[in-house]
């Protein structure tokens, strides 16, 4: 039924790849690519495209056939939710003495659709292919018919292990946090016949290791720029006096002081809502939730981030200026302002018509603008910056650490630590100023012995 129409896309100079209803379309420019999709939808013989599995924009980085095709790098590399299912696969038949055959098609069917992704997959997979057809015959065997797991299969099974983690560093990702998918995997891992575990054995340690040497991790300086700097701007024109505010400087504005005050990831700005239950006025403060659909990042059942206070700034300083900065100010004129044109509850709104839902990247955009003034040339500008810069100020201006940790949703201090704690000019410079300080000269009548 495809061949006649793709053939005319064809002869229309589209160039176009399918498999059965899936299809990719390739174009040198993103005009000509929303020509070709366009001329491709097919409305008028009847067909209805199903717009929520499709990508109808034009895009470099785009999912087909189980696989992330990365023009701008020229990488081809499997999802993350094929690499899963690999990994899960494998483990229910490592777990079983025996599987159903359909189960073992399965699992080669989706090793056999990463052969033109992964470095030598089909040969890895060719011994289990030769395993299940021993035990199996497809033109006379049920597909619920039990093949049983002997040790020659297993090594080849718990390959996959190695297999999963050299693919998520291909991906790009860093060690780190290919150590926590080993540590996921370890839970639910029975081990090698070796007797080691996934978290002892050496060809995984020497893998890890060699990732390790390949891709360290990178350091980078504190930023150079300090929220002081930012702050003295926000107090002035054009963001004061806030009645004279346009809606544009008043909502970044009040995203740098909710995101300050704070000391919360991009995430959870974004998931701020003005649904009931969610933001309540109290008499020193705002206090905020997140929509509950809203997951953080190290959010898990045992440990829940807390509710965002703001507190005004009448409450802890008479100086007038400083109401500049009050977070709980800005928000409330931020929310008076966009009272007419909300039709969202997303607390954060795109200041012009039609007034839509911003995006993370537009809040961490409208941060990045207030920090890029201040940054040192040729130090780009990071919107999370913020949170390591807040939570050191809390630190240095002797704020329990406890506080910090409650506010800025951390499990443990070594995450403030070892990540975010940026030190001061005055701090840093204490161990040279110690060293090089001048030698004390000895006062008259005393001698150096």
Not at 22 to 47: F, K
Not at 121 to 148: G, K
Not at 252 to 260: C, E, I, Q, R, Y
Not at 424 to 442: D, G, I, K, M, N
Request: glycine fraction near 6%.
């Amino acid at each position: 039924m495809t061949r006649p129409v793709l053939a005319h896309l064809r002869r229309e100079g589209i160039m176009v790849f399918a498999y059965i209803d899936d299809w990719l379309i390739v174009a040198p420019s993103q005009r000509q690519a929303r020509a070709d999709t366009a001329l491709a939808l097919l409305h008028n013989l009847g067909w209805i495209v199903n717009e929520g599995k499709s990508s109808l924009s034009p895009t470099q980085s785009i999912v087909y056939l189980g696989a992330t095709l990365d023009l701008r790098e020229g990488r081809i590399f499997p999802t993350q939710e094929r690499l899963s299912s690999v990994t899960t696969t494998a483990g229910q038949l490592l777990h079983s003495p025996s599987s159903p055959a359909s189960l073992w098609q399965r699992f080669l069917g989706l090793k056999a659709s990463m052969v033109d992704v992964l470095d030598l997959c089909r040969l890895r997979m060719r011994p289990l292919q030769r395993y299940f057809l021993d035990r199996f015959h497809p033109a006379t065997d049920c597909a619920d018919a039990r093949i049983q797991l002997q040790e020659e299969a297993k090594p080849f099974l718990r390959c996959e292990v190695a297999d999963f983690l050299t693919a998520l560093y291909l991906e790009g990702m860093q060690v780190s946090t290919i150590r926590n998918y080993r540590s996921a995997i370890a839970a639910i891992h029975t081990g090698f016949p070796d007797g080691s575990s996934n978290g002892s054995n050496d060809v995984i340690r020497q893998l890890l290791k060699g990732m390790f040497n390949r891709r360290p991790p990178t350091r980078r300086l504190p930023p150079s720029w300090s929220i002081s700097g930012v702050l003295a701007v926000l107090a002035e024109s054009p963001y004061e006096p806030m009645h004279q505010s346009t809606l544009e400087h008043l909502t970044h504005k009040t995203v740098f002081l909710v995101a300050a005050a704070s000391a919360g990831r991009r995430g959870c700005l974004h998931a701020l809502t003005t649904k009931p239950g969610f933001l309540r006025h109290d008499r020193d403060g705002i206090r905020l939730l997140p929509d509950p659909t809203f997951l953080a990042k190290n959010q898990s059942a045992s440990f829940t981030p807390q509710e965002i206070f703001l507190p005004t700034i009448d409450s802890m300083s008479s100086v007038e200026e400083d109401k500049r900065w009050c977070p709980v100010r800005a928000l409330r004129w931020y929310l008076e302002k966009t009272k007419l044109v909300r039709h969202h509850p997303q607390l954060f709104l795109v200041p012009r018509r039609p007034y839509g839902p911003a995006s993370k990247d537009s809040i961490s955009r409208w941060v990045r603008d207030l920090i890029r003034p201040h940054v040192a040339e040729g130090e780009s500008a990071r919107a999370h910056d913020v949170r390591g810069q807040a939570t050191s100020r809390a630190g240095f201006a002797g704020v329990p650490i406890e506080e910090i940790m409650k506010a800025a949703s951390w499990k443990t201090p070594s995450t403030f630590v070892s990540t975010y704690l940026t030190d001061t000019v005055s701090a840093e410079a204490a161990f040279a100023a110690a060293s090089l300080r001048c030698p004390t000269l000895p006062t008259p009548g005393h001698q150096r012995r």
